[in-house]
């Protein structure tokens, strides 16, 4: 059964607190977009963990939202629900992990990173609506994230 999910439901399990990503994923109006400006500041200090460490957060957070996705989608009855997004948090932390730490870069990164997940080109849209469960709700935009960061890693390889 479907329904609408509010601060109760976020908090009453630690699954639904991560893919509703702290509660981003409550704002009324495009929910990815404020999941994917939480993950700004997010990567601002992951990066500090060096490439190992901040590769590991991502691998880690990956799992975590596998699991997280799948159970909060089972309790809403809705498989990729629109404020589940831990999915657009490690899909943008991807999209950064290769550039310089600048602000101009995260601001870069959050404006195509949303393009790559709005707009789907291949193969973001042949993962999301092929691959089933928590891992396909994450995939499609890690994906995403892996594309929109290699167009700006070119870029910045110009600059």
Known sequence: MSRSPGWRFVFS????LFAFG????????????A???LAMPMAYGLHGLG????????LLAFGLGCWAA???GRHLGVH????IVWDEIVGYWVTVAALPSGLGWLIAGFVLFRAFDIIKPWPISWLDAR????CGVMLDDVVAGGEAGLVLWAAASWV
């Open 70 to 72: 799948e159970r909060t």
């Open 131 to 134: 691959i089933p469960g928590g």
């Open 13 to 16: 399990d630690p699954a639904h």
């Open 35 to 37: 999941g994917t400006a």
């Open 22 to 33: 702290f509660g981003a994923g409550l704002v009324p109006r495009a929910p990815g977009t």
């Open 80 to 83: 990729d629900h629109g404020g």
């Open 51 to 58: 490439p190992v460490g901040y590769a590991a957060m991502c």
